[in-house]
């Protein structure tokens, strides 16, 4: 019981993180149809410029700050960059979004050097937040998943309730009228390319100091939030909500599985040895394979239902 | 053009006192060793403790003369921690004329380097590389996939779990062992060789658990340590190493899990700063020094200096035998061709810091003491220094003389004319 619980607790924490990291990239996507390749840099650009923040100034300024400076640089890059290449197509965007990963990337080993930095939790997150059973639960697991939940509440009050978020809904499906009613949509395109960077930096900020801080965190990260938003569905942000609480559960839980194919032959009498053919496959536990199995579901989404749990467009 | 009886005599006398000296004075060489190891990635801050611990051993070596006249050169090269990375920087430095290859960290690569440098000096007769291998203790290397190219300056994983399992068998308490590592040839041997070992000295202990993890990509063990809880574990035993240790224990202390620990590298950069105060005595390693392990002069002299220098601790003592002993090698053979080095390597004897080391000949793995050491706060008299600076540092129970920490092999190594 205790393993169960902990382990829903531990793939809540996880999927609620993957969903602060796709939130944005699925808005982006959804508005502007542009797949952003740098998303996962911004979320690294995020923690370094919250480690920078809060080893002069603290935590919670950097909470505040480094997410607004995440969002700023997204606002640049779209109106000086991104909005240039969009005559030329989708393809065009993709392809810039994709080298911008590389520049980003570079500009923080340039800036931070190679090495992991030492971004920590702040002393009065640290410890546990309460003990089940025999297991404690970390505050700053529990912080990080009220900031997720927080930041999804504030979004879908924005986009429901607030007249910038009506516009937004608005341009989503139709752009060319709302521009005839006196809206600037570039405008508001520019607004939502900053938000979504900008939540992707404050993923960044609260993830980067639970996990490790390093140049390598984008690539870590960027494969799996686009399995999210292919699994949700291209443009729903509650079906990147879903995919992301599945592939963090699925992944924590499936750490505990010690079954494989050997031990299911095993079963029916088939006895597995190392001089069997194919052994190394057929010895392969789901635990041990644990990591990949988002990729496994990315595949077989994409084979029984392409527009994913939710989708509304077509990729 | 006449030339006068002057000017024959004074060129015959030229020419063979050129010629003369020529073949008596040994050529100064500039000897260029390629450092290849993980210097990006997950790993950076490990390398780049090895990486400072060479070039301070080259410049030492440089300045003392170590290797007669010769000096060495160091180039350093990024194999990612990837075998194919790393085989295509083998393949820069061999083309820029290199004969000497260091490498540490990653088994795998390691294979791969072997296997890459055995058909390199096949086809390239006269300018054959040597390998030094300084951290990849994978068993093979000494034992089915040995080869007369390759040096071994760290116990391999058979002398350093004989060591650990000799100690865990002594506690009576411990009743589940866990055993978690990376999933790469060093992890895989290592879980196989744990097994071994404690079956046969202590048949009673259950092997509770066997895991093992995608090497440098899991950044929350959280799945893990519940898995080890449930299974009611009260030892894990672990290979791991870098950032997969420093993760391991931040999640265990997270989680509030109070096993013992018996690990082979708790003390590479990251790890002392996650085990803190929280666990102590609880920590138990197998290695071949700490700075708590000798008090002589060089030892003590040596700890302070880096630590001033370079804002780490010393760890990588392989490094010391790899240029100590290579200088060595060419001093006594007055060459640099590998072929002749790589034959008065063999059987060489070497005085280090953690006292005297011999190079095997018969499979090129280096014979050293080991220490089985405890994390226990500082307290002046068996702990005198810390680990970076947490004010908790390794205290040595038991060192393992040189005699006892030999382990059989099965090279049949094939060498090449001399």
Redesign the interface.
């Given at each position: 019981m205790?393993?169960v619980l902990?382990?829903l607790l531990?793939?809540l924490s996880?999927g609620l993180l993957l969903f602060m990291m796709s939130s944005g990239l699925t808005l982006i996507f959804s508005m502007m149809g542009v797949l952003n390749f740098a998303h996962a840099s911004f979320y690294m650009l995020g923690a370094y410029l919250a480690y920078a923040i809060s080893s002069q100034f603290g935590f919670w300024p950097a909470l505040v700050f480094a997410p607004l400076l995440v969002g700023l640089a997204g606002m640049l890059v779209e109106r000086y960059a991104l909005r240039q290449v969009q005559k030329y197509g989708h393809i065009s965007q993709l392809l810039f979004t994709f080298g911008l990963s590389y520049v980003m990337l570079e500009l923080v080993q340039l800036t931070w050097g190679?090495?992991?930095v030492p971004y920590l939790i702040p002393a009065g997150l640290n410890g546990?937040l309460f003990?089940l059973y025999?297991?404690?639960?970390?505050i700053y697991k529990a912080f990080m998943m009220a900031v997720a939940l927080t930041m999804l509440g504030s979004i879908y009050l924005l986009l429901t309730y607030t007249r910038i978020g009506l516009i937004i809904q608005a341009a989503l499906t139709h752009p060319d009228m709302v521009e005839a009613l006196g809206h600037n949509v570039p405008r508001v395109f520019m607004l939502v390319f900053g938000g979504g960077c900008a939540l992707a930096g404050l993923a960044g900020v609260v993830g980067g100091n639970?996990?490790?801080t390093?140049?390598?965190m984008a690539a870590?990260v960027g494969s799996i939030i686009f399995v999210v938003i292919v699994v949700g569905g291209m443009g729903s942000l509650a079906g990147s909500f879903f995919a992301s609480l599945l592939i963090g559960i699925l992944?924590?839980?499936a750490?505990?599985l010690d079954y494989s194919l050997a031990s299911l032959l095993g079963k029916i009498g088939l006895i597995v040895t190392p001089s069997t053919p194919g052994f190394a496959v057929l010895n392969l536990t789901i635990?041990?394979s644990?990591?990949i199995l988002p990729y496994v579901l990315l595949i077989l989404v994409l084979i029984f239902r392409p527009k994913g749990l939710m989708g509304k467009r077509e990729g | 053009m006449k030339i006068n009886t002057a000017q024959k005599v004074f060129s015959t006398v030229s020419l063979t006192a050129a010629t003369l000296f020529g073949m008596s004075t040994a050529h100064a060489e500039t000897i260029k060793i390629a450092y290849i190891d993980a210097?990006?990635?997950?790993f950076?801050?490990l390398i780049?403790n090895s990486t400072n611990t060479l070039q301070m051993y080259v410049e030492r070596a440089n300045k003392e003369h170590w290797a007669g006249d010769n000096t060495f050169e160091l180039i350093v090269l990024d194999g990612k921690a990837s075998p194919q990375e790393s085989l295509q920087q083998l393949k820069i430095a061999s083309d820029q004329g290199v004969r000497y290859i260091i490498h540490q960290v990653g088994s795998g690569v390691a294979l791969a380097l072997v296997d890459a440098i055995n058909k390199f000096n096949d086809r390239n007769p006269g300018k054959e590389i040597v390998y030094f291998n300084g951290a990849s203790i994978a068993p093979a290397l000494t034992n089915s996939k040995c080869s007369f190219w390759h040096f071994r300056f760290d116990g391999n994983t058979d002398m350093k779990m004989d060591g650990i399992t000799n100690t865990l068998a002594k506690d009576k308490n411990i009743k589940n062992v866990y055993i978690i590592g990376q999933?790469y040839a060093h992890g895989q041997e290592f879980s196989k060789a744990a097994k071994e070992m404690l079956a046969a000295k202590r048949p009673d202990i259950k092997i509770v658990g066997d895991?093992?993890?995608?090497i440098g990509?899991?950044?929350?063990f959280?799945?893990?340590?519940?898995?080890i809880?449930?299974s009611g574990a009260d030892t894990v035993l672990t290979g791991n190493w870098g950032?997969d240790l420093v993760?391991l224990v931040k999640a265990a202390k997270?989680?509030?899990?109070k096993t013992n620990f018996y690990t082979f590298y708790a003390y590479f950069d990251g790890t002392p700063t996650a085990l803190g105060a929280d666990a102590a005595d609880r920590v138990k390693m197998v290695t071949n020094w700490t700075n708590n392990a000798e008090t002589d002069a060089a030892n003590t002299e040596l700890i302070k200096t880096y630590k001033a220098r370079y804002g780490q601790d010393f760890e990588f003592l392989s490094n010391e035998g790899i240029i100590g002993m290579l200088s060595k090698a060419i001093k006594q053979t007055k060459s640099t061709d590998t072929i002749k080095v790589a034959y008065a390597l063999e059987g060489m004897k070497f005085n280090g810091l953690s006292g005297e080391i011999e190079m095997r000949k018969a499979d090129h793995q280096i014979q050293e003491p080991m220490y089985i050491v405890t994390w226990t706060k500082v307290n002046g008299t068996t702990v005198k220094n810390d680990s970076e600076g947490t004010g908790y540092g390794w205290r040595t129970d038991l060192k393992i003389p040189l005699a006892d920490s030999v382990q059989p092999t099965t090279c049949q190594m094939v060498r090449p004319a001399q």
């Open positions: 205790e393993f902990i382990t531990n793939g996880y190679r090495v992991a546990a003990t025999s297991t404690d639960f970390p639970a996990f490790v390093e140049p390598g870590t992944v924590t839980y750490v505990a635990a041990s644990a990591q | 210097v990006t990635g997950p950076a801050p780049k999933n895991d093992l993890h995608p990509t899991v950044k929350d959280s799945p893990y340590i519940a898995k809880k449930a950032q993760l997270d989680a509030g899990l």
